[in-house]
């Protein structure tokens, strides 16, 4: 998947900067763009907790204007809840896949979800 592979990159490239010690997890926020496109941006928190989303807004890093974007204009039935599927499996893939998935592994949590919504959780330290 063409998709995937440029996700791979930017995210491994991301993954290369020194992230701070304290981090206790990541999160993929994910913003509507004016042109039928999603941004999803990458932030560190040092906090993380299951029984509060506001968790990610305790931002300690952030990829900030590195944004990977995702076309959704030829999907007729776009909405953010498949939006919001399809680039968690793209997270998924590359937690099991991925070039440096043991670095968004070494925290807490991983989420994802729009800025003004409910996170999903798509990692989980043991």
Known sequence: MEI??????????????????????????????EDETY??????????SEDDDDWACSEIWSS?????????????DADRERGLEF???LISDYLEKGEKA????????????FVDGDLK???KEA
């Not at 900030?64 to 007729?76: L, N, V």
């Open 121 to 123: 959780i798509l990692y």
């Open 4 to 33: 995937y592979i440029e996700f791979e990159k930017w995210l491994s490239k991301l993954l290369e900067n020194d992230m701070p010690d304290n981090t206790a997890a990541y999160n993929f926020n994910i913003y509507e763009e």
């Open 102 to 113: 043991d670095k968004l592994k070494a925290v807490k949590a991983v989420g994802a979800g």
């Open 39 to 48: 941004g999803v941006q990458l932030i560190a928190s040092d906090e993380f």
């Open 87 to 89: 680039i968690s499996q």
């Open 64 to 76: 900030e204007e590195e944004i990977f974007y995702i076309d959704h204009s030829d999907e007729k």
